[in-house]
């Protein structure tokens, strides 16, 4: 792990997979760490010089209201400045997908090519409806919110959260290897012995709270897009898939079958393969 100076004073911190070629930079999604991808990333790595950005709920403590989907992107967009890269291939996974989206729509200068996976492109008149509603009301239009500031997010050892895991809908399509991969880089360990969630609960509710505004900023993304969708997903629906699709008809799209918002952790193999494949056209 290294670290790059931003201007309000933080060190963002990266991860650096290796490889050799041009850089690939992964943005992750809300509640993981970049290591979780790495059955993901690692292939990429034969291509590329792979690097993923840590998000602000693994350095900032408390999220502020400035702290939106945007606020991620200008983190990512700082970053590749002080690492002073441009012409990229950027990759992101939900939340991690729309910074990508709206950092490429920024600085497009930054951004060769960029694959988007399952991002958060709710529908239009939810969105409207997230911002006329003020903040503390949200979590009553948003269910997610409320359980997550519900979960459990202390436990005696990983072994004990693996078995806790294991047993959940959410990651039933992610193999042993994947799930431990997740494990190891979402807990840490508390002073008591005990392990609790890295990437806090309180910041994941706080980015389910904020429904981005991304269908007239879709319209000015000039990069070349590959779209990426899991078949059950819950997140991205059919309707705004097909609404992406008749909106940017020169972008690339693939559903994946048998998959839904965790597909690139459920399928990392195949969703490696078919982004190598759009970066190599």
């Known amino acids: ?103 490429a729509i920024k600085r497009p200068d930054l951004f060769k090519k960029i694959v988007l996976i399952e991002p958060v492109f709710l529908p239009e008149m939810m969105i409207n409806l997230f911002h006329l509603v003020p903040f503390r009301w949200r979590k009553h239009l948003n269910p997610l919110i409320r359980l997550t500031l519900k979960r459990r997010d202390i436990w005696d050892s990983k072994a004990e959260v693996f078995e806790s895991y294991r047993l959940k809908k959410v990651f039933a399509g992610l193999s042993d290897e994947v799930l431990w991969d997740y494990l190891n880089s979402g807990l840490k360990k508390r002073s008591d012995g005990k392990v609790t969630l890295a990437y806090s609960k309180e910041w994941e509710a706080h980015f389910f709270s904020l429904a981005p505004k991304i269908w007239k900023e879709l319209k000015q993304l000039k990069t070349p897009v590959l779209g990426l969708r899991g078949e059950h997903s819950d997140t991205l629906f059919p309707k705004q898939w097909a609404k992406w699709q008749n909106l940017k008809t020169t972008h690339s799209f693939l559903e994946v079958k048998n998959t839904g918002h965790l597909l690139p952790l459920e399928k990392p193999q195949l969703v490696a393969k078919e982004i190598l494949s759009f970066l190599n056209t």
Not at 41 to 58: C, D, G, M, S, Y
Not at 78 to 98: C, E, M, P, W, Y
């Open 1 to 103: 792990m290294k670290n790059s100076t931003i201007k309000d004073g933080f060190l963002i911190p990266f991860q650096n997979f290796g490889g050799k070629g041009e850089t690939l930079h992964f943005a992750h999604a809300n509640g993981f760490h970049p290591l979780t991808y790495q059955q993901l990333l690692q292939p990429l790595t034969q291509h590329f010089n792979v690097i993923a950005i840590e998000h602000r709920p693994f350095w900032q403590k408390k999220p502020t209201s400035a702290d939106n989907w945007e606020q991620i992107a200008n983190d990512l967009i700082q970053f590749l400045d002080s690492q002073r890269t441009k012409n990229i291939i950027g990759v992101g996974h939900s939340l991690g997908a729309v910074a990508t989206m709206f950092a």
